[in-house]
């Protein structure tokens, strides 16, 4: 089993919005609506353009993806840091640690040793049953709460990557 990550082109448009609308079907039947979930190829092309998104691949196949917003993009998130987004993985995937995965990945060899970011920022539901907690769990600190209209409350937390930083 070979993982390789790399960086989405346009021509992965249609697999991703594919893997985000098959991630996101868990959280659809909660009741919680992220956009992410409702994807179409067109704006998968507008995300990969505007946006540093990653794809893993597991033997060839496509089993995650995770995307950072920059603050000077055309969507940046709410600190003044890079954002990280559209974080999903294959339900076909199982449960093997991708998730964490991907996260440990954009956290450490992206934002932190290529960006040399002191911090990065993420958005979930306050009401997802889990998402919080995992984020807590992995050293973010909620810093924010707004109702971005999708039929939920957005949770903003902030994770020091760098920890000199304060």
């Not at 920059?70 to 998130?77: I, K, M």
Request: charged fraction near 20%.
């Amino acid at each position: 089993m070979t993982q390789t990550f790399r960086l989405a082109q346009e021509v992965d448009a249609p697999a991703l919005a594919e893997l985000l609308r098959q991630a996101y079907v868990s959280n659809t039947e909660l009741g919680i609506h992220f956009a992410a979930a409702q994807v179409g190829t067109e704006a998968a092309k507008k995300h990969i353009t505007n946006n540093v998104c990653y794809l893993l691949e597991e033997d060839g196949q496509l089993v995650g993806t995770i995307s950072l917003r920059l603050p000077w993009g055309p969507n940046p998130g709410p600190a003044g840091l890079p954002h990280i987004g559209w974080l999903a993985v294959s339900p076909a995937a199982g449960k093997k640690g991708i998730g964490s995965r991907l996260l440990d990945f954009i956290e450490q060899d992206i934002a932190r040793d290529q960006l040399k970011c002191p911090a990065v920022t993420l958005g979930t539901a306050i009401e997802h049953p889990w998402l919080p907690q995992l984020y807590e769990n992995r050293g973010y600190e909620k810093i924010a709460e707004t109702d971005l209209g999708l039929g939920h409350i957005t949770a903003y937390f902030k994770k020091i990557i760098i920890k000199s930083f304060r």
